[in-house]
């Protein structure tokens, strides 16, 4: 999931609200706390007023919104948990949950969603949100990497322009961004300050997963040859072809555009929200279009951690939450949320809406990329975060910046890999 900064006021504003979980107050009325990391203005505002119209139409059940930030969300909420002062209602990401659903920390959803909810959702998507037996958060809003290029450059260049019916191979787009190369601009700016999810993902479209589970139930992980082909990609491009820029390695999304409106990068590969960024900060004049990400023996597909909607284990009432949750999920208003962030819905019927299928904004593409999306390879493994921060993003990093080579990388992510792992596995 994308990281964004809302800054230490924020931050401060949350920890003075504090976190305590609703309850039922004097005049009878139950409060429900719900804290949403919605940061974009359009998103923010769709949640706000989703808010206002539940408690416009439910006098007894109210729901109080709580702004919180993707930057600090695992460890207040790892806060919040220890402290039985968790929000009752709780957005985040899949690929944050393991921890919390074993933990016990996250109400079991099972029997508590409507049918109309759970049957519209496919079961691709609630795989990610599914731990052991239970289901701890409802999946409703996911993005797929794309490309973001520079048209006026792409057309320069002669290269043939790939769609979800004819994407470019890895070796193509590698070849590709040669061709976009040259009179101080490169072909591609990787911005991987956090590479380990980009990888990981990307690599389902190669064959790739990484984490493979035995019969017992554990995992381990193993670094095929499945795994090799995105790192290689990247790595080929920046230290061999020089078609990718190294300086934006270690670079947040956000960074990479000033320099991609100025003509030094001819694409970018970025998740498919930051198409709002783009709009609002592109020079008047600028043209650009959305390419899917390059796809190999696994086809167009690739992980996502699809953002969540989960219920606190210590909620009092898990009725009443779960009511909210189907009416802030409904078709119409999941086509608000998606529309309010730039990105998918994984709802059936909201994806069909006739808003996300435009060829403006690239919105048309994304949707064609929908069937494609898969569960994180991460997406249950315990013990992620710490094997991505401690083991993984280090060895990544200095491998596509050249600083160590492929059988170094393998063995690091396999052998101090495994170790991390066998921690949370015993």
């Keep these: 999931m994308r990281t964004r900064i809302l800054g230490a006021a924020l931050a401060l504003a949350l920890l003075l609200a504090g976190c305590s979980s609703g309850g039922t107050r004097d005049d009878g009325r139950i409060v429900l706390r719900f804290q949403s990391l919605a940061w974009q203005q359009e998103s923010v505002e769709a949640n706000r007023?989703?808010?206002?119209?539940w408690n416009a139409t439910h006098p007894d059940v109210r729901v109080e919104y709580v702004q919180g930030s993707w930057d600090s969300v695992h460890d207040q909420l790892l806060t919040a948990?220890?402290?039985?002062?968790?929000?009752d209602i709780i957005h985040d990401a899949s690929d944050d949950l393991a921890d919390f659903a074993y933990g016990g920390h996250l109400a079991d959803l099972t029997g508590l969603l409507p049918e109309r909810l759970t049957s519209g959702i496919p079961r691709r998507s609630w795989e990610t949100t599914t731990f052991g037996d239970g289901v701890y958060g409802v999946p409703f809003l996911q993005e797929p990497r794309v490309l973001i290029a520079n048209t006026a450059l792409l057309e320069?260049?002669?290269?043939r322009v790939?769609?979800?019916?004819?994407?470019?191979?890895?070796d193509e787009?590698?070849?590709a961004t040669e061709r976009l190369s040259g009179d101080g601009r490169y072909g591609v700016a990787w911005p991987l300050k956090e590479p380990v999810s980009a990888t990981l993902n990307l690599s389902l479209s190669t064959g790739g997963r990484l984490f493979h589970r035995g019969a017992d139930g554990k995992v381990t992980v193993r670094f095929e040859e499945g795994d090799e082909v995105v790192p290689r990609t990247v790595h080929a491009q920046v230290n061999t072809d020089r078609s990718a820029s190294p300086t934006t390695l270690g670079s947040g999304g956000s960074d990479t555009l000033p320099g991609f409106?100025?003509?030094k990068y001819a694409m970018v590969p970025l998740g498919f929200s930051y198409r709002q960024q783009i709009v609002q900060q592109a020079p008047e004049g600028f043209a650009w279009r959305v390419l899917p990400a390059p796809a190999g023996a696994g086809g167009l597909a690739q992980g996502v951690s699809p953002q969540t909607l989960s219920i606190a284990e210590d909620c009092p009432h898990?009725?009443?939450?779960?009511?909210f949750l189907d009416f802030l999920l409904r078709p119409e208003n999941m086509?608000?949320?998606a529309l309010g962030d730039w990105m998918l819905p994984t709802g059936t019927e909201a994806l069909a809406d006739p808003a996300l299928h435009t060829a403006e904004h690239g919105w048309a593409t994304g949707t064609a990329l929908a069937a494609h999306l898969r569960p994180a390879p991460a997406q249950t493994v315990r013990g992620y975060p710490e094997w991505k921060d401690k083991v993984a993003t280090p060895a990544l990093q200095e491998y596509y910046s050249g600083a160590i080579g492929l059988g170094e990388l393998r063995e690091r992510l396999e052998e101090d890999g495994n170790l991390v792992l066998a921690r949370y596995q015993r």
């Design 81 to 87: 948990f220890e402290g039985g002062e968790a929000p």
């Design 318 to 323: 898990k009725e009443e939450a779960a009511a």
């Design 335 to 337: 086509v608000r949320l």
């Design 173 to 175: 787009f590698r070849q």
């Design 162 to 170: 790939p769609t979800p019916e004819h994407p470019w191979s890895w």
């Design 49 to 53: 007023e989703l808010v206002a119209e």
């Design 261 to 263: 409106f100025a003509g």
């Design 156 to 159: 320069e260049s002669g290269v």
